[in-house]
């Protein structure tokens, strides 16, 4: 509540995060073939993960990776945010 108040205030800029992935899997769990033929279907198996960070004023910044996000990218990717970013009052 402290960190949403000074947020309200402008006195910080409050950013809310979370972490997904998509894979690129190919499923299929039924098809229509011919009796005796072999179905293939080609993909090329990627996974990107992506971290989104979003303010209540819908100002939005994003990393996406085929690295899985663990502790360690998230702390160097904070660590470059933060001096990317800079207020504007």
Known sequence: QELEYLDSKRNIELYYVDESHVCTD???PYSWQFEDENIYIPFEKQ????LGMITRRNQYK????????????????????????????
């Open 47 to 50: 996974q990107d993960s992506i």
């Open 26 to 28: 190919a499923y299929v």
């Open 62 to 89: 994003s990393l996406t990776t085929q690295e899985a996000i663990n502790a360690n990218n998230l702390v160097d990717y904070l660590d470059r945010f933060s001096f990317e970013e800079r207020r504007k009052y």
